[in-house]
C-alpha cells in the first residue's frame, strides 16, 4: 500500500488530517492510488516524462548552457479541491480583480485613492512599472487586466492566502491544459469516480475575452482580427505562445511579423498587409515598443504605442498593469477592496511589512534571520531571501540592499506552506505547493476551475518556481460535495 | 433551405483561416525542404554503404572513390577535408549524419527542420510536431559506434520511416490551405534538386577502366542509383530487362507516374506554384512563372536521346538553375519581407507622435 508509511508531520496536509485520515474530497484518489504497485507508478511517472519531451511541452532555461530545453518535472498525483472549498476561493478571486481593475482605471485617471490618502502617492507613483505616460487613456470597456494569475498558498490552518498577483503575462496556463490531458492518458481510473470540473475551456474563454476588448471604434458587426504577441522561439515561455495560439485558433506572431501605419496595427501576410485587432501580448510593457520604451529592444513594434492610444487596436493586459503587482502595491490590496467596493477581503495578503515605513524597517533589519524579504519587482524565486535559511553573508548583503532601496522591498513572516503527497521515486514523501489559478476578465469574469499546483520537488524547500527546480501537479476542483 | 448568414465568430474564423503571415510561409517551406533533404542523404548513405558489400576487398583508394561522390553531391568536399583526412565508411558516415560543423548534415537538417516546425507550432498539428520532435530526439540520443555496431541500414532506414510518417500524417491531418501548398512546395522543390544530385552522382564515380562503361561495374552502379531513389522495382515493372544506363535516366527524368522522377517533381512544383500565386492551371503571369512555364514547355519536347547527346551533367545542371529560380521566386514574392529598419521606423513613429501634439 503507497500510503502506509506516509507521514504528514506536522505541517497541513492537503490530502491527510493531522491523525492520518484521509480527507473525505481526497478518499476516491487515495483508494485508487493504493492499488497501485510502485513499479506500475514508476512506469507511468515515466511515461508521462517522455510524452511531454516527445510533444515538447518544455520550456527554457536561460543559465543553463546544456540542452536548453526542459520538461517541467510532473507529478502524477492529482492536487484535490473540495467543492466549497472553491467556491470561497473564486469568490475572493473575483472581488481581488474587480477592485484591482478599479484601482488601475483610478490611478490613471482621477487617483482617488491617493486623494483620500489609502494609498501614500510616493508608492504609487515611483512604483517601476506604473506608465505615467498612459494617463487618461481610455482602454476598451475600461478593463485592464484580462488576464490574471493569482498565487495563492494555505497556511498551517489550511487558511488560503494570497502570495502575489501576477497582472502583467502570468504563465502556466497552458501546463494546467497539458498536465489535465497527461493525468487522463495516464490514470484514467483516477477521474471515473471524483467527477472532477473541466479547465479544457480556458483557450475559448481567452479568445472571447480578446473578441468582447475590440476596439471601441471598432464596427460592430465586424469580427476582429486577434493575434498573440511573443518574444519569439529563445523566450523561455514559447511552448506556451504557441500552445495558447493553437487552441485559440489565432496566429502567433512577433514584432517583426507586425507593421504600424496611420496609427493602425498590420501584420505582413502572403496576402499583404493584413490589419490586427486585438493582441494578446506576452512581452513586458518595456519591450512593447522601441519608440516609446526601450529603444535598444528589437522584440517589440515601434508605433504600437501609438495605435493603441489612438484606440484602433486593443491588448491584453493593458499598458501599465504592472503598477498593481509591484509587492509593495500588493500590501494595499485589502484596503483597496474596502476602499472600492465596501467589503471584507476574502482573501487574505500574507502579513507583510513594507521597508519603506520606518517602524516596519526597524522590525525587519532586527529580524532578518527570522523573515523572508522579497524586491518589489522580480518573479520567478529570483531576489529574495530567505531568512531562516539563509548564510550571515546573504542576511548582510541583503541588509545593505534595504537600506539603500527599501521602496524596493517588503519582509513577510515565513508560512509553512501546505504539503502534498509527491511521488519520490519510490515512495510518497510530503512537499510544499502553492496553487495559480488564472482569471478571465471579460464580459463576465470566469475563474477557471482548477490552476497550476506548483510543487518544491526538494525536500523542506519552500521555493516552487519551476527555475528553481519546482514540478507541477494536475489540480482538481470537484463538481459536487463530498459527506464527510 | 436558405442559409443563414454567418455569425460574428464564423467570420472571424474565416478571417482567421485565410491569414498567413510570410514568416510562417518561409518557416513551412524551409521544415519541409529539410526534411526531405534528410531523407534523401540517409538513402544516398544507405546504398552506398550496401553497394561497398558488392564490391568485396576494397583499397584505401577505392573506398575514397566511392564516398566522394556523395561529398561532391551535396558540395561539401572541401568542408570535409578540413576535418578529416581520410575519406572512409566511417568517416563519411559520420559527417554526414552527426556533424554540427556541416550544414548538410542528418543532424543538422532534422535540427532545422524541427526549429523551423517550433516557429510555427501553432499552424501544424501536434502529430507533425511529434515526428519530427521524435526524429531529432532519435538522431541526438544516436552516437556512431552504436550505429556502426548496430547495423547503420536500421538506422538509416528509420530516418526515411520519419519522413515518410510525417508525409503522410501531414496529408491527413493538415488541411488543404495555403500552408499545405508551402509544405508540398517545398518537398518537391528539394526532392526534384536531390533526384537531379543522385543522376549526376554516377557521372563522378569513375569507372575502373573505359571498357567497362555498359558493363557488371556500371550496370551495379546505376542500380544503386535507382535503388537510392527507391526505383527499382517500379524500374523492372517498367523494363523488365536489364538495368541500361539509358532507361535509367529516362526512368528518372521522365516517368511521370513515379513520385520521385524528376518529371513528376517538376510538375508538382508547377501545380503548387499555380495554388500559391493564384495564377490558374496553364497560365504563366510574372517573369518567374513565365521563365519555369518555358523551362517545362521545352523539357516536354526533350528526349533522353537528346540529353545523352548534349551530356547527362549539363542537362541536369540546367535543371537545378531553374528549379533554384523558381524557388527564389516563390520565397522573394510570398515568403521574405526585408527586414524593417528598426532606427527609421523608431524616428518616425517619434515625429508622427510629436505632430499629434
Known amino acids: 500500500m503507497l500510503f502506509d508509511n506516509y507521514q504528514p508531520e506536522n505541517f497541513f496536509?492537503?490530502?491527510?488530517?493531522?491523525?492520518?485520515?484521509?480527507?473525505?474530497?481526497?478518499?476516491?484518489?487515495?483508494?485508487?492510488?493504493?492499488?497501485?504497485?510502485?513499479?506500475?507508478?514508476?512506469?507511468?511517472?515515466?511515461?508521462?516524462?517522455?510524452?511531454?519531451?516527445?510533444?515538447?511541452?518544455?520550456?527554457?532555461?536561460?543559465?543553463?548552457?546544456?540542452?536548453?530545453?526542459?520538461?517541467?518535472?510532473?507529478?502524477?498525483?492529482?492536487?484535490?479541491?473540495?467543492?466549497?472549498?472553491?467556491?470561497?476561493?473564486?469568490?475572493?478571486?473575483?472581488?481581488?480583480?474587480?477592485?484591482?481593475?478599479?484601482?488601475?482605471?483610478d490611478i490613471y485617471h482621477e487617483q482617488k485613492i491617493i486623494k483620500d490618502r489609502i494609498i501614500p502617492p510616493q508608492y504609487v507613483l515611483s512604483a517601476k512599472h506604473f506608465r505615467r505616460e498612459f494617463m487618461h487613456i481610455e482602454v476598451p470597456k475600461d478593463i485592464y487586466v484580462h488576464i490574471c494569475g493569482t498565487d495563492l498558498i494555505r497556511d498551517k490552518d489550511g487558511r488560503y492566502l494570497v502570495l502575489e498577483d501576477n497582472l502583467r503575462c502570468p504563465s502556466g496556463a497552458s501546463y494546467m491544459l497539458e498536465n489535465r490531458a497527461a493525468l487522463k492518458r495516464t490514470f484514467p481510473e483516477l477521474f471515473k469516480a471524483s467527477g472532477v470540473h473541466s479547465v479544457s475551456n480556458y483557450p475559448a474563454e481567452l479568445l472571447k475575452v480578446m473578441q468582447y476588448c475590440a476596439?471601441?471604434?471598432?464596427?460592430?458587426?465586424?469580427?476582429?482580427?486577434?493575434?498573440?504577441?511573443?518574444?519569439?522561439?529563445?523566450?523561455?515561455?514559447?511552448?506556451?505562445?504557441?500552445?495558447?495560439?493553437?487552441?485559440?485558433?489565432?496566429?502567433?506572431?512577433?514584432?517583426?511579423?507586425?507593421?504600424?501605419?496611420?496609427?493602425?496595427?498590420?501584420?505582413r501576410t502572403t496576402a499583404g498587409l493584413v490589419k490586427v485587432d486585438v493582441i494578446y501580448r506576452r512581452i513586458d510593457d518595456d519591450f512593447l515598443d522601441p519608440s516609446v520604451f526601450r529603444a535598444d529592444s528589437l522584440l517589440g513594434v515601434p508605433g504600437l504605442v501609438n495605435a493603441y492610444r489612438a484606440g484602433n487596436v486593443s491588448l491584453a493586459n493593458s499598458i501599465g498593469t504592472g503598477v498593481a503587482d509591484d509587492k509593495v502595491v500588493y500590501y494595499f490590496v485589502p484596503h483597496m477592496i474596502k476602499y472600492y467596493l465596501g467589503e471584507d477581503p476574502i482573501l487574505p495578503n500574507v502579513d507583510t511589512y513594507l521597508a519603506s515605513e520606518p517602524k516596519d524597517c526597524a522590525h525587519i533589519l532586527a529580524n532578518l534571520d527570522k523573515l523572508v524579504v522579497k524586491s518589489a519587482n522580480e518573479a520567478g524565486g529570483y531576489g529574495m531571501l530567505m531568512g531562516p535559511w539563509a548564510s550571515k553573508a546573504e542576511i548582510e548583503e541583503f541588509r545593505v540592499m534595504i537600506e539603500d532601496n527599501p521602496r524596493n522591498f517588503i519582509a513577510q513572516d515565513p508560512i509553512s506552506l501546505s504539503r502534498h503527497p509527491t511521488w519520490t521515486g519510490d515512495q510518497f514523501e510530503g512537499r510544499h505547493i502553492d496553487l495559480r489559478p488564472y482569471i478571465l476578465y471579460g464580459e463576465k469574469i470566469i475563474v477557471t476551475p482548477g490552476g497550476l499546483t506548483r510543487v518544491a520537488l526538494k525536500k523542506g524547500s519552500l521555493v516552487v518556481n519551476s527555475s528553481q527546480g519546482g514540478g507541477s501537479k494536475d489540480t482538481w476542483v470537484l463538481r459536487n460535495s463530498v459527506p464527510e | 433551405?436558405?442559409?443563414?448568414?454567418?455569425?460574428?465568430?464564423?467570420?472571424?474564423?474565416?478571417?482567421?483561416?485565410?491569414?498567413?503571415?510570410?514568416?510562417?510561409?518561409?518557416?513551412?517551406?524551409?521544415?519541409?525542404?529539410?526534411?526531405?533533404?534528410?531523407?534523401?542523404?540517409?538513402?544516398?548513405?544507405?546504398?552506398?554503404?550496401?553497394?561497398?558489400?558488392?564490391?568485396?576487398?576494397?583499397?584505401?583508394?577505392?573506398?575514397?572513390?566511392?564516398?566522394?561522390?556523395?561529398?561532391?553531391?551535396?558540395?561539401?568536399?572541401?568542408?570535409?577535408?578540413?576535418?578529416?583526412?581520410?575519406?572512409?565508411?566511417e568517416s563519411v558516415m559520420e559527417f554526414v549524419t552527426f556533424r554540427q560543423e556541416n550544414p548538410n548534415s542528418l543532424l543538422t537538417c532534422i535540427g532545422n527542420a524541427r526549429e523551423n516546425a517550433r516557429q510555427v507550432r501553432d499552424q501544424i498539428s501536434s502529430e507533425m510536431w511529434e515526428v519530427l520532435n521524435d526524429a531529432y530526439h532519435f538522431i541526438k540520443n544516436s552516437d556512431p559506434e552504436n550505429i556502426w555496431d548496430g547495423g547503420a541500414s536500421a538506422f538509416y532506414d528509420q530516418i526515411k520511416y520519419y519522413s515518410h510518417l510525417f508525409q503522410g500524417i501531414t496529408v491527413s491531418t493538415f488541411s488543404r490551405n495555403e500552408g499545405f501548398e508551402f509544405i508540398q512546395f517545398g518537398k518537391y522543390l528539394e526532392r526534384a534538386d536531390k533526384t537531379t544530385r543522385l543522376m549526376d552522382m554516377k557521372y563522378h564515380i569513375l569507372l575502373p577502366k573505359v571498357t567497362d562503361v555498359g558493363g557488371a561495374v556500371d550496370a551495379a552502379q546505376w542500380q544503386a542509383v535507382l535503388r537510392s531513389a527507391s526505383a527499382v522495382e517500379p524500374y523492372r515493372r517498367f523494363y523488365v530487362a536489364d538495368i541500361l544506363f539509358a532507361k535509367v535516366i529516362e526512368f528518372l527524368i521522365f516517368e511521370d507516374t513515379f513520385p520521385r522522377s524528376l518529371m513528376f517533381c517538376l510538375q508538382q512544383m508547377d501545380d503548387f506554384a499555380h495554388l500559391i500565386a493564384g495564377t490558374p492551371a496553364g497560365e504563366y503571369r510574372s517573369e518567374g512563372e513565365h521563365r519555369f512555364g518555358k523551362f517545362l514547355n521545352n523539357l516536354n519536347f526533350t528526349t533522353t536521346k537528346d540529353i545523352i547527346g548534349r551530356g547527362l551533367h549539363e542537362f541536369l545542371a540546367e535543371v537545378q538553375r531553374?528549379?533554384?529560380?523558381?524557388?527564389?521566386?516563390?520565397?522573394?514574392?510570398?515568403?521574405?519581407?526585408?527586414?524593417?529598419?528598426?532606427?527609421?521606423?523608431?524616428?518616425?513613429?517619434?515625429?508622427?507622435?510629436?505632430?499629434?501634439?
Open chain 1, 13 to 105: 496536509d492537503e490530502m491527510f488530517t493531522a491523525n492520518g485520515v484521509t480527507r473525505p474530497h481526497y478518499r476516491s484518489v487515495a483508494a485508487a492510488l493504493n492499488d497501485v504497485e510502485p513499479n506500475e507508478f514508476r512506469n507511468k511517472q515515466s511515461a508521462v516524462e517522455a510524452s511531454f519531451m516527445r510533444g515538447g511541452v518544455t520550456f527554457t532555461v536561460y543559465s543553463d548552457s546544456q540542452g536548453t530545453e526542459r520538461i517541467f518535472p510532473f507529478d502524477c498525483v492529482p492536487r484535490v479541491i473540495a467543492a466549497e472549498e472553491w467556491e470561497i476561493v473564486e469568490k475572493g478571486l473575483i472581488q481581488r480583480i474587480t477592485a484591482l481593475n478599479l484601482f488601475l482605471h
Open chain 1, 215 to 267: 476596439p471601441a471604434n471598432f464596427k460592430a458587426n465586424d469580427a476582429p482580427n486577434c493575434v498573440l504577441l511573443t518574444p519569439g522561439v529563445f523566450n523561455s515561455a514559447y511552448f506556451e505562445h504557441a500552445f495558447l495560439a493553437r487552441q485559440m485558433g489565432i496566429p502567433i506572431v512577433e514584432g517583426r511579423d507586425l507593421v504600424v501605419r496611420d496609427f493602425k496595427v498590420y501584420m
Open chain 2, 1 to 89: 433551405m436558405p442559409k443563414s448568414p454567418p455569425t460574428q465568430e464564423e467570420v472571424a474564423r474565416h478571417k482567421q483561416a485565410n491569414v498567413m503571415l510570410s514568416r510562417v510561409a518561409g518557416s513551412l517551406y524551409w521544415m519541409s525542404r529539410y526534411l526531405e533533404r534528410a531523407e534523401n542523404l540517409a538513402r544516398l548513405v544507405d546504398v552506398n554503404l550496401q553497394i561497398i558489400l558488392d564490391f568485396g576487398q576494397v583499397s584505401d583508394e577505392t573506398m575514397k572513390e566511392h564516398w566522394l561522390p556523395i561529398l561532391r553531391s551535396t558540395g561539401d568536399e572541401d568542408l570535409f577535408f578540413q576535418l578529416y583526412e581520410v575519406a572512409d565508411s
Open chain 2, 322 to 357: 531553374e528549379i533554384g529560380a523558381l524557388g527564389e521566386h516563390l520565397y522573394t514574392t510570398f515568403m521574405y519581407h526585408p527586414p524593417v529598419d528598426m532606427q527609421a521606423e523608431i524616428r518616425f513613429h517619434q515625429q508622427q507622435e510629436q505632430q499629434q501634439q
